[in-house]
């Protein structure tokens, strides 16, 4: 199976695939991938912890995919069940459908589909906007690229052409962010600037612009970031952050099971798995790459705690063909390759 962008938003249920401008690259310093193997990835200056110290997180970086364009028939709406059951293949892509679901009922309520160009719907107008990576983490979406300030603030602000659609106005700033809200007053907002777009998830967020200001206050520098606070955090995405997807958290917010009470699954591909041998993991990463040949790696780093530690020898890297695991000193490692993922 040759993995393309295509594919994997098709696999989230989502008709959209990254940038048609091409595929920008991970050093960009906005986003994505990025840092050194002995350090942490750059989209983690965008992470911090909640008022219990927990955080959750969902990372894709667009530009790793192939974008040539997959034949009919070839992808299947599912992958196999031994790639469904090994965490390390399972956890990066429920977190893909998961994040799939989160930008794609965000962008469609600020009428900014075409940040992330429609494949296979006409309906969405492309826009020169656009983003090369996607972070879902503690309640907020935060997409780095190339981002046309005037074009976006003239989206949100133009007088609503449906009865859903809603009109924004520029009511705060931060940064270099200027701050929307909606004009009737209900609780939302998305702040803009030229590098990133940062948007609320979910309709229950008590404090939508402090919910967005809180992630940008952290790449800027100004509010302590969750590899600063803490330092497990910072040894599991050093040793296991990078890849193109990368799913994980720490504390309360690492949701082991993708169909859990989150519902981070949406319903989708992976939506009967669990991992009860992950269970009692205080924290960790799953994070794969696809090499756009049908194969790929993927790494893994968890705080062992209350986890069965031979079930995780075991279970992480079970589908691959080459795979490594080390525990010790309470935390897991693990590396993995496939040759083929069908």
């Given at each position: 199976?040759?993995?393309?962008?295509?594919?994997?938003?098709k696999l989230t249920g989502v008709s959209m695939a990254a940038g048609a401008a091409g595929c920008l690259g991970s050093d960009d310093e906005d986003g994505n991938g990025g840092g050194g193997e002995d350090s942490p990835p750059t989209y983690a200056q965008w992470l911090t912890t909640d008022d219990e110290g927990a955080v959750g997180f969902i990372y894709i970086d667009w530009s790793d995919f192939d974008e040539s364009e997959s034949d009919e028939g070839t992808q299947d709406d599912e992958l196999g069940e031994k790639y469904q059951d090994d965490p390390m293949m399972g956890l990066p892509m429920a977190g893909t459908i998961a994040a799939g679901f989160a930008i794609g009922f965000g962008l469609s309520s600020y009428g900014l589909t075409g940040v992330l160009e429609a494949t296979d719907s006409e309906d969405a107008e492309s826009l020169d906007s656009s983003a090369d990576a996607t972070l879902?983490?503690?309640?907020?979406?935060?997409?780095?690229g190339e981002i046309d300030t005037d074009e976006v603030a003239d989206i949100l602000t133009a007088e609503p052409e449906s009865t859903f659609a809603r009109q924004y106005e520029r009511s705060d700033g931060i940064e270099d962010y200027d701050i929307y809200t909606p004009v009737d007053g209900s609780a939302d907002a998305i702040a803009v600037s030229g590098s990133a777009i940062v948007f609320v998830s979910g309709n229950d967020v008590t404090d939508?612009?402090?919910?967005?200001?809180?992630?940008?206050?952290?790449?800027?520098?100004d509010a302590e970031r969750a590899t600063e606070e803490v330092t497990d955090i910072e040894w599991f995405l050093s040793a296991a952050g990078h890849g193109a997807v990368a799913f994980g958290g720490y504390g309360d917010e690492f949701e082991t099971d993708p169909n859990g009470d989150g519902g981070t699954s949406g319903g989708g591909a992976f939506s009967d798995v669990e991992y009860p041998e992950l269970e009692g993991l205080e924290g960790g990463v799953s994070s794969l790459s696809l090499d756009g040949d049908g194969g790929g790696s993927g790494e893994f780093a968890a705080i062992v705690g209350d986890a069965d530690a031979s079930a995780l020898e075991d279970s992480l890297g079970?589908?691959?063909?080459?795979?490594?695991?080390d525990v010790g000193d309470d935390r897991v490692t693990a590396s993995a390759t496939w040759d083929a993922v069908e």
């Open positions: 199976m040759t993995v393309n962008r295509r594919d994997v938003l879902v983490a503690n309640r907020t979406v935060v997409l780095p939508p612009v402090a919910a967005v200001k809180t992630p940008i206050e952290a790449a800027a520098g079970s589908s691959a063909d080459e795979r490594s695991v």
